[in-house]
DNA sequence: ATCGCACACGTTATAGCATAACGCAATTGA
DNA sequence: TCAATTGCGTTATGCTATAACGTGTGCGAT
């Protein structure tokens, strides 16, 4: 699942998210992407459902937002959990990644035999800077 | 931060909430509330708002939808993160605590001197009927 | 008492997020 | 060559959530 050649498309999604500081909502892309003639929400979420499949994007569930993995490069996939502290003042993202916490979680599930197909971890609160 | 009483269209919400089997979208519970007056959205927003707040329901941001806290009575803002397993066939939602990750999260948080105000953790996948 | 305030409520309108369904073009591999 | 796959563009639609305005009710302070 590593990442083949990128379309055009996904490639301007892709470099919007990149050069972004800060995660993007799919609508917040579109507007970007205008002059490069994009003219519908579904150009972008294609292209996103694609960059996700291949774990250079992930989707913030709490705020509808898409964000440039902060691994570029490496397969994202193959961290186990991803988890994001998310500012709501600043709306800085930062992406970690806690073994202990995805053995925790991986326990109660085996344990349920649930079957995990997708896990989210997601703090929202304030950064260090905004929090002052 | 304990429930008061109830108003008669917080009641009502949280009667559909905890009759139905699963989550709800907030559409679905207008449609289920007609007979009972409700003509809007924002009648339901508004009361899973103080819902929310008064810690009796859940928002569930990985499928926009609510739930009824597992924990009638108690005052489930004193048990730390929750943490919901979604099953994705049927739509059963498992919640559960776990103070190990609560504090690997907390750790981080506390590294960063992030000030964390809300935590999501859903895990998404099949639970054990479905994935048979 | 009545004024001001807080709060719940009702309504209309609008904003924001996401996908269905159609058709076309390019690529690939049997 | 033909069928299958994939990406793309467009139109339309559906789902999720909130803004803005006004009404009524209860309640404490003056």
Redesign the interface.
């Known amino acids: 699942m590593s990442a083949p050649a990128l379309t055009k498309n996904q490639a301007l999604v892709f470099d919007v998210l990149e050069k972004a500081d800060g995660p993007l909502s799919a609508y917040t892309i579109l507007d970007k992407l205008r002059d490069h003639g994009f003219r519908a929400p579904l150009q972008v979420y294609r292209a996103l459902e694609k960059l996700l499949e291949y774990g250079v994007v992930h989707r913030l569930?709490?705020i509808n937002s898409f964000v440039a993995c902060a691994h570029p490069g490496e397969n994202c996939h193959s961290h186990g959990i991803v988890?994001f502290?998310i500012?709501?003042s600043c709306g800085q993202v930062?992406e970690?990644h806690?073994h202990?916490?995805d053995h925790?979680?991986m326990d109660?599930?085996r344990g349920?035999?649930?079957?995990?197909?997708?896990?989210?971890?997601?703090?929202?609160?304030?950064?260090?800077a905004c929090?002052a």
Request: aromatic letters at 10%; one cysteine or more.
């Open positions: 569930e709490s988890a502290a500012c709501e930062m970690f806690d202990e916490v925790r979680l109660w599930t349920k035999k649930f079957k995990a197909e997708k896990t989210t971890i997601e703090i929202r609160g304030l950064c260090e929090a």
